[in-house]
């Protein structure tokens, strides 16, 4: 009989031989203390010196295996964090802003986003003013030295009904952080251990949440090829655009939405959703930019066991009505000279902006939950 929980115990009382009743206990400790404390054998006197040998080389394997495929969120936080960015448009004449995350795909500083982030609600259009934030050497919680590494970017391609959108940081001389592998999602399963990496609003630059992959949905909202993985890892507004990581560090979703209100009114609580890394892969081939993005795996239909009750990723047409948002009369992004962050006069304008509109979302926050208590 075997029983697996904080160590493993093995027990032969089953076992007879012409010693009968007699028996010894022997206690074999293991080196990985936290998984399993001991092991207790009952082995019959005069067993085979060779047999208890075995049976302890082949339980103290068997023990680190298991604690090699240990989960470890800050691990891979220290890992793959840098690579990650903070995303943020605006317009100065009507003072519309918006903030979100974003992944650095490529060495070139090709930025993986949503593009829900880089549309004005108003004007239905892109912002013609983008920025993104690259990580600092460490994350201080002080809103001045955290957001100090700012520089402009350029759109270059979007799709609204996938929400995915490609920004590309001008500054060619910027030193960019290596860019984050894109796993192959068929191969995810409900279960896996996943953390996200963004910037939720009314909380900290860089935040980490940790959860489980909860479900696969294809064709999330009537979209055709748009799936995605509904996973408890915590998001919220800031959140969007950043990835959705895996136990090796790859990047398996880009996160894009979440729900907190059912049809009839009553709160629902962690159910977030993240587009497959699949088929961000799918768009960014499908637009020709002759990048060779890293990657762990070639696309390919896994065996049909592992996606039961799963349809396969469709193959994704390019969008040409929208896919490319700027026309030659709209303005173009100037790059910077040099890889020095704004002036001081332009950088406080900046500043302010972000705040004001960090504290507008907070007064929101506010006005809805004072609203739900009255009722």
Known sequence: MMTLCRYIVINYQEIKCLSADVR???????????????????????????????????????IIQV???????????????????VVTGSDTKNGIRSIG?????????????????????????PFKKLFVMLKPDRVTGNFKNDTSRLYKSELLHYSRKLDLALLKITPKSVRLPPPLNLADSNFVSIGDP???????????FWSLTTGTISSKINNYQHIPGKNVFQTETSLNRGNSGGPLIDENGKMV??????SRVSKDGL?????????????????????????DLPKDHKITKPPIIQ???????????????NVVPQSKNQEIPKVFKNTKPFKKEKYKILENDLEIMMSSMRNKIIDKKLLSDRK
């Open 24 to 62: 010894s206990n022997i206690r074999l400790w293991s080196k990985e203390e936290p998984l399993c404390k001991y092991i207790n054998f009952g082995v019959p006197i005069g067993a085979p010196f060779c047999f208890m040998v075995l049976a302890f080389l082949f339980f103290n394997v068997l």
């Open 267 to 291: 709160p629902v609580v962690g159910i977030n959703f993240s587009i497959m890394s699949n088929v961000a892969l799918q768009w960014i081939q499908s637009l020709s930019l002759n990048v």
């Open 101 to 125: 995350s974003g992944s650095i795909v490529h060495k070139n500083g090709l930025i993986l986003t949503n593009a829900h982030i880089i549309f004005n609600k108003e004007n239905k259009k």
């Open 307 to 321: 996606v039961a009750s799963i349809i396969p990723v469709p193959d994704i047409e390019t969008e040409t009505s």
């Open 194 to 204: 996943v953390i996200a990496i963004g910037h939720p609003e009314n909380a900290g």
């Open 67 to 85: 604690n090699a495929s240990e989960f470890n969120p800050k691990h891979l936080y220290d890992e793959v964090s840098k690579s990650i960015v």
């Open 253 to 258: 979703g880009i996160n894009s939405m979440f």
